[in-house]
């Protein structure tokens, strides 16, 4: 080292020039790289603009046979009553989101003009997802109507697992994160979390509310979310919330219950869904609609095997832990369930249609009602995956699948505490009932009913902030608690 540095110390002049240049290159490089990289920092706007600005190889494909198609299979004649209208505020609402969408969003039409994209006055929430499909559909939802009560542009971040389930919902743009996003791969992570949270801002105290906001800002609202977390449902924090131009927001829960408790917003929310029990119906129905892959799967099933039937019937069985909750034990609550409220009755040609992870269910009531038995009614299945995957894209799209074709049902039997059942039930608009699976962890008392038939529609949030609960003093929004989960919320109408 020693002889380096006299080696170096005897070079010639401009040598040393050149070095100490480059040196100083390389430290101011590093230095303007951590405050363009900062949300703290007015210099992070820059790459954001610059992430939005660029093209990317995904164009928008106006094709979308399911929005097109799906009123051809969405009832039988002896369906429900006709599924809920939107309100022409919401549908004014829509229209004049999809223009902000256009300007504001990533640019995917090559026949834009770039002169016309312009982020300076536009606002951004980024979704990003982490468990099940049906638990990320109520994150996604409940992200969308927060963009509209707060006139923010949606994006996503879907990883490859999420690749063409659904169409592209806003015309001429996309709602993906572009790839060049800063951050892109650490919006759920632990380290930006601590750094960049809105819960960590509150509880460090680090920033002044009055006068200044970061530039981006994490809202973390999972199951496992803290007391500053859960803040962010407080109105008087929706103001600072309110001037942080990027939020990105992680959870996985139907959080529009906590929205309706909410003085901010509840004015708004009423005159969007004056029928207060057809929220998620009505943004799934317009957010989710599959991609052609996906409806090609699920309407040549429905043509082989659903289509036929004077009535059909879905049974949507989830057993969160199959090692300490028994065959046995949950085939007694769904045959309690359906002899009592007489929901398989002979009268007229059926078809049962089983969503479950696991096969044995599918067979036992194949056994006791299929056609071997009873020639009026037919058992299908359409997969039967063990367990449930993560980061695997061909066991969302039989998810996906799953979930439309139990929407597509005259009658339906959910299970409890179970997003995938909510799902199906808010897209197909029928009020489930919800059998009462056994579990370890809360058992219900032998006196209590095998099922349940749900008040209306609403999927239920599980993990609502203590203040949010009816029976504390000030809470006046139109919510109860749900009917499978003592310590959820769910919106009960006005």
């Known amino acids: 080292m020693g002889r380096r540095l006299t080696e170096f110390l005897n070079s010639s002049s401009s040598g040393k020039f050149r070095l100490i240049l480059v040196a100083a290159f390389a430290v101011v490089s590093l230095l303007f790289a951590a405050a363009l990289l900062s949300p703290e920092s007015p210099f992070f706007y820059l790459p954001l603009r610059i992430a939005l600005s660029s093209r990317r190889p995904r164009i928008y494909d106006p094709t979308c046979d399911s929005r097109r198609d799906h009123h051809s299979y969405s009832a039988t004649k002896y369906h429900r009553t006709p599924s809920p209208q939107p309100s022409p505020y919401l549908l004014a609402k829509l229209r004049d989101y999809e223009d902000l969408h256009r300007r504001c969003g990533p640019l995917s039409d090559p026949t834009l003009n770039p002169q016309e994209f312009r982020t300076d006055d536009c606002k951004f929430v980024v979704y990003a997802p982490s468990q099940g499909l049906g638990n990320r559909i109520l994150g996604l939802s409940s992200t969308f109507l927060y963009a509209l009560l707060t006139n923010r542009v949606l994006l996503v971040e879907f990883g490859p697992d999420m690749e063409d389930l659904f169409c592209e919902p806003f015309p001429n743009s996309t709602w993906y994160l572009p790839e060049t996003f800063p951050f892109r791969f650490q919006l759920q992570s632990h380290r930006f979390r601590k750094a960049y949270s809105f819960g960590t801002l509150l509880q460090k105290k680090e920033e002044d509310q009055q006068n200044s906001a970061p530039a981006l800002l994490q809202i973390f609202l999972q199951d496992k979310y803290n007391d500053y977390d859960k803040l962010f449902f407080r109105d008087e924090n929706q103001g600072f919330v309110h001037r942080v131009p990027w939020l990105a927001l992680v959870h996985d829960g139907y959080l529009i219950p906590c929205l309706f408790q ?36 699920i309407t040549g099933f429905y043509k082989a095997y659903l289509a036929k039937a004077e009535e059909r019937i879905g049974f949507q069985i989830r057993v969160f832990e199959p090692k300490k909750t028994t065959f046995p034990a949950v085939m007694k609550q769904i045959m309690s369930c359906t002899q009592k409220h007489r929901i398989l009755p002979q009268s007229r040609s059926k078809s049962i249609f089983v969503a479950s992870l696991s096969r044995k269910y599918y067979e036992e009531i194949d056994s006791m009602y299929g056609e071997r038995s009873h020639g009026g009614i037919a058992v299908y299945q359409a997969s039967h995956e063990g367990k ?96 499978d989960v003592s310590w959820g919320l769910k919106i009960v109408g006005g």
Not at 266 to 274: I, W
């Open 388 to 483: 449930q995957h993560f980061g695997d894209n061909s066991h969302n799209m039989k998810a996906w699948m799953d979930i439309y074709l139990l929407s597509m049902s005259d009658v339906l039997v959910t299970s409890s505490m179970s997003t995938f059942g909510y799902v199906a039930a808010g897209i197909a608009g029928v009020r489930p009932w919800i059998v009462m699976i056994p579990d370890p962890y809360h058992p219900r008392g032998a006196d209590e009913p095998s099922c349940e038939r749900a008040v209306n529609i609403e999927p239920c949030f599980h993990f609502p902030p203590w203040f949010a609960y009816p029976d504390q003093p000030g809470t006046v929004g139109p919510v109860a608690r749900c009917e």
């Open 262 to 297: 909410m003085q901010s917003f509840r004015s708004e929310l009423e005159k969007l869904f004056p029928d207060q029990e057809t929220v998620f119906h009505h943004l799934a129905k317009y957010l989710l609609s599959p991609s052609n892959e996906a409806w090609e799967h």
